[in-house]
């Protein structure tokens, strides 16, 4: 008998299992989405892409996509401007480095909705310390403009920390020759950093991206224990808007359609900075 053979043997049970528990929920979500299904009316009938072109005229739906992407472009990229900051100077050699790493973690170690409520109480108008600090009384989580920027700024106290672990794992593998050769052609830190780190490290940053994109995207469980989608929906993500629809209000056709279009955006985005990564890596296999 063959590896191979042997080999498929074991793998082939796996496969099925995962097509059964990731495969068919999203052929059962697409189902879902050309009927329209009310559970309190026990209605039940196919529409086809109804709830599709509904979608479309959804001022709700267009609200939530531009929150969402609003949400996801800022943090991300604070995310990681400020990861990668953390991680140059955790990489640097200095006492209780160790420590410093341990205690940089917290804020990630902390559960999201824990984080999520230890925020809310921060951001009190009344009792919060940080209206105590600037010495003011804005009403963070009650102002459309101060909410989601709120949110950003939770997300980014939160995540900032695992984004920096990754970047400063990516900077431990650069050859140290690299920096000595640099610094005897007489380069300074900012020439180092943009001709050699910042290159080395673009596979890095590309996953972090990726990682990091995809999850902010989904956002869900910081932003509705937060603020839950307001005030008057300005906080509402698309992930919110489904929730609500398909658990809040039974309407499990056009919250499926919701569904859909959410995977569909994920979808995309994995494929776009896939494309991008195997590009990078084509080019660095043929340059050897």
């Not at 009344?126 to 700024?153: E, R």
């Not at 380069?187 to 995809?214: D, E, H, Q, S, Y």
């Not at 300005?234 to 499926?256: D, M, N, P, R, W």
Request: aromatic share 16%; charged share 15%.
């Amino acid at each position: 008998m063959r590896n191979g053979e042997g080999g498929n043997r074991f793998v082939i049970p796996a496969l099925i299992l995962l097509s059964f528990v990731t495969i068919y929920p999203i052929i059962y979500v697409f189902y879902l989405s050309i009927h329209r299904k009310l559970l309190i009316f026990d209605i039940s009938r196919f529409v086809g892409f109804e709830n599709y072109l509904f979608l479309l005229k959804d001022d709700r739906f267009w609200n939530a996509l531009k929150n969402t992407a609003y949400f996801t472009g800022v943090s991300v990229s604070l995310e990681l401007l400020f990861g990668l900051y953390i991680a140059l100077l955790l990489n640097m050699s200095f006492r209780l480095k160790g420590l410093i790493r341990a205690i940089v973690l917290i804020p990630w170690a902390i559960p999201t909705v824990v984080s999520a409520r230890m925020w809310e109480w921060i951001y009190n108008t009344d009792f919060g310390i940080l209206n105590y600090i600037v010495g003011t009384k804005i009403n963070w989580l009650g102002s459309p403009f101060w909410a989601m920027n709120a949110a950003v700024f939770m997300d980014v106290w939160k995540t900032t920390p695992f984004v920096a672990i990754l970047l400063m794992a990516g900077l431990q593998v650069i050859p140290r020759e690299l920096y000595q050769a640099a610094r005897v052609d007489g380069a300074g830190n900012w020439a180092t950093f943009r001709r050699i780190t910042l290159p080395l490290l673009k596979p890095v940053i590309l996953v972090v991206l990726i990682f990091r994109t995809l999850d902010a995207f989904r956002v869900f469980d910081a932003i509705y224990v937060l603020t839950g989608g307001g005030p008057a929906n300005t906080t509402e993500t698309l992930s919110i808007y489904a929730y609500k629809v398909l658990f809040q209000t039974l309407q499990f056709g056009y919250g499926s359609t919701l569904s859909v279009i959410v995977f569909l955006c994920i979808g995309c985005i994995s494929i776009f900075y896939i494309r991008i990564l195997s590009r990078g890596m084509n080019r660095r296999s043929r340059s050897k």
